[in-house]
């Protein structure tokens, strides 16, 4: 199947600081990827949708100017977190749907798991 | 809001078929039904999905029933690797492309 790769796997940072996730789609271009937060014992929460070439689309209460994602190729998006605080720890997840096809499937990456200190 | 309701968990014994249901009565005629798992600190995976029809694959078989209110995902010899919280989403099959998470199913293997 397609694989759905993320950078880092987990990283901790100092509160204050900005962390960039990235996100790549291996074997397949994706016009279209999706960034998702988790919080322990919880489910997946959409964040936004991400168009290459294209502003991302935010779900509503997430803020836009905190989570900074670009879409710059059909293969990479990328979620910064910036000035991040320790209520930013959490699970964070994209997926990507291959470009061909109206049904698209969409496929997830590992995850990366950030932790503000 | 999810549009789909499943128990939150279920547990089964090693070897034997998991059979894991879900309602979805509020299903439009253009809303696929889609199961991803979660297997712990993961990403999702995706397992299977239908519309109307039965369908299976190597990992799985859903059953739709023919008023396409609720569906069961069987596992038919699950393993312990099959521990992992189970989510049955619906999506239109055209445009909206969002996936909806709802609590899902943590479905347990006993050895």
């Known amino acids: 199947g397609a694989v759905v790769s993320q950078h880092p796997s987990r990283v901790i940072c100092k509160s204050g600081t900005s962390v960039k996730i990235e996100c790549r789609s291996l074997d397949f271009q994706a016009t279209t990827m999706f960034w998702y937060r988790q919080f322990p014992k919880q489910s997946l929460m959409l964040m936004a949708t991400?168009?290459?070439?294209?502003?991302?689309?935010?779900e509503q209460g997430v803020e836009k100017d905190k989570f900074l994602i670009n879409h710059a190729s059909l293969t990479l998006s990328t979620l910064t977190v910036t000035s991040a605080h320790p209520e930013d720890s959490s699970f964070y997840i994209c997926?990507?749907?291959?470009?061909?096809?109206?049904?698209?499937?969409?496929?997830f990456g590992p995850g990366t798991r950030l932790l503000v200190l | 809001d999810a549009k789909t309701t499943q128990p939150t968990s279920m547990d089964c014994a090693e070897g034997r078929a998991a059979n894991l249901p879900c309602n979805h009565s509020?299903?439009?005629?253009?809303?696929?039904v889609y199961w991803y798992r979660q297997i712990h600190s993961q990403g999702p995976q995706y397992i299977i999905h239908?519309?109307?029809n039965n369908e299976t694959n190597e990992m799985a078989s859903l059953i739709i029933t023919e008023d396409r209110k609720s569906s069961t995902l069987i596992l038919p010899h699950a393993t312990l690797r099959d521990t992992a919280v189970y989510y049955c989403?619906?999506?239109?099959?055209?445009?909206?492309?969002?996936?909806?998470f709802g609590t899902g199913t943590r479905l347990t293997i006993i050895p």
């Open positions: 997926s990507a749907s291959p470009r061909q096809g109206a049904l698209e499937t969409q496929y």
């Open positions: 509020t299903i439009s005629g253009n809303e696929y």
């Open positions: 989403i619906v999506r239109p099959s055209f445009g909206n492309e969002k996936l909806t």
């Open positions: 239908g519309l109307k």
């Open positions: 991400s168009n290459e070439g294209s502003k991302a689309t935010y």
